[in-house]
């Protein structure tokens, strides 16, 4: 399986300043694509796409948007800190003061709406379009948490087992 986006297209989608490439660890990218795009794609469905990325370039131009803010979400506690064996410190920016924990706890809450948005813009395109992804089925879609029958609202309920 290949990653449906690289250390710099995350940089550029995430990030309004650089970043080294260096903070996104190596594995991070298809860590979050197994976590959080599989389970909405469904297994099938991703191993499609992972594949033959060319053949769903559309699909992966949506699913990099949610992509880099998932990362963004994950590394920023390491730009906000300098973590080592000696400890964990707030880096000060030239002229200004550290970042506060509540700073940090808004920006990763920011990436996240950024991410579930973007997931959201996914699903819906995907629904959309169903026939012309003939291996996603709505149905097993994790991001949506109640079925409408005939009027009736059931609540669904999603385990990776039912990916299996």
Known sequence: MTDLITKEEVIALAFQRP????????GLIN?????????????DFYNAVTAAQETYDT???????????????????EIYNDISNSGINKIPGINRA???????GSARQIALDQANL?????????????????????????NRKVEIAGGIIFATDYT???DE
């Open 98 to 104: 550290a970042g506060t924990n509540e700073d940090l």
């Open 160 to 162: 990776e087992e039912d």
């Open 19 to 26: 970043i080294s490439t260096t903070k996104i660890p190596d």
């Open 31 to 43: 860590s979050i694509q197994v976590k959080h795009i599989k389970p909405a794609l469904g297994k």
């Open 118 to 142: 973007a997931m959201g813009a996914l699903t819906d395109s995907l629904k959309d379009n169903e026939t012309l992804y003939p291996l996603y089925s709505a149905g097993r879609d994790p």
């Open 59 to 77: 699909l992966v131009d949506l699913i990099k948007p949610a992509m880099a803010a998932f990362v963004k979400f994950y590394i920023l506690p």
